[in-house]
């Protein structure tokens, strides 16, 4: 997700204002998430592509955290923790050239039985 000028690269790390980068993602995110479920609401999720590297990405993300079970709520607090961070940041970086803008952040809902709302999202920056 791209906030600047097409093909123009963005280094969350060296952002001067890092809090209005943080907005105007969530901004963004909300319009995806919007799009997201309007196409949810007319394919199961399981079947859903987006891009051509979604399977692979979701079979790397079950064998680097297998303990993550997808019908569960999120443990955000574990998740954000210190090690949850880095375990997370660890994974990310294999999709540094691969995928555009890998590391501005990931929206999910914190429990896949409810739609998007404001206490079901949980919002992670890299």
Same mark, same amino acid.
């Given at each position: 997700?791209?906030?600047?000028?097409?093909?123009?690269?963005?280094?969350?790390?060296?952002?001067?204002? #890092?809090?209005? $980068?943080?907005?105007?993602?969530?901004?963004?995110?909300?319009?995806?998430? $919007?799009?997201?479920?309007?196409?949810?609401?007319?394919?199961?999720?399981?079947?859903?592509?987006?891009?051509?590297?979604?399977?692979?990405?979701?079979?790397? #993300?079950?064998?680097?955290?297998?303990?993550?079970?997808?019908?569960?709520?999120?443990?955000?607090?574990?998740?954000?923790?210190?090690?949850?961070?880095?375990?997370?940041?660890?994974? =990310?970086?294999?999709?540094?050239?691969?995928?555009?803008?890998?590391? #501005?952040?990931? =929206?999910?809902?914190?429990?896949?039985?409810?739609?998007?709302?404001?206490?079901?999202?949980?919002?992670?920056?890299?």
């Amino acid at each position: 997700m791209s906030l600047g000028p097409a093909g123009l690269s963005m280094n969350p790390e060296q952002a001067e204002n #890092f809090e209005d $980068m943080e907005k105007q993602f969530a901004v963004k995110a909300v319009e995806h998430m $919007m799009t997201y479920w309007k196409l949810l609401e007319g394919i199961r999720g399981s079947k859903l592509r987006l891009t051509k590297m979604d399977d692979d990405i979701y079979d790397n #993300f079950k064998q680097e955290f297998p303990e993550f079970d997808v019908s569960e709520t999120i443990d955000e607090d574990k998740m954000k923790s210190k090690e949850g961070k880095e375990k997370w940041r660890n994974w =990310m970086m294999k999709y540094e050239k691969i995928v555009e803008d890998y590391n #501005f952040g990931t =929206m999910l809902r914190s429990n896949p039985k409810f739609e998007y709302g404001e206490k079901e999202t949980i919002f992670g920056a890299s």
